[in-house]
């Protein structure tokens, strides 16, 4: 008598964020000897606040980095919104994923 098979095993489902709480983009213009990234994310502070971690520099290089508190999720996803659209303005494009 054959054996049934062995059941997958029951995954909980997996909440999609609306919104990215981490971006990576490059700026890359090798005629203005231009190789840039910028890197933002989103973590949780001690206090129950929200950190938005700004991490910018040259490409090859570890940068700098600084970090702003923000009283809740909100304000913090807010702020990486703004930062996100002024890079995008500024040339800085999705960093290519690989």
């Known amino acids: 008598m054959p054996r049934p098979a062995p059941k997958a095993p029951v995954r909980p489902p997996c909440q999609l964020s609306l919104f990215p709480e981490t971006a990576a983009l490059v700026r890359v213009d090798p005629a203005a000897n231009c190789w840039r990234f910028y890197h933002l994310s989103l973590q949780p502070d001690l206090f129950g606040g929200t950190a ?30 703004r930062q996100l659209r002024a890079k995008r303005r500024r040339g800085y494009r999705d960093r290519p994923a690989g």
């Open 52 to 81: 938005l971690v700004r991490q910018w520099g040259r490409i090859g290089t570890p940068g700098r980095q600084v970090c702003e508190l923000h009283h809740d999720a909100g304000q913090a996803l807010d702020a990486l919104a």
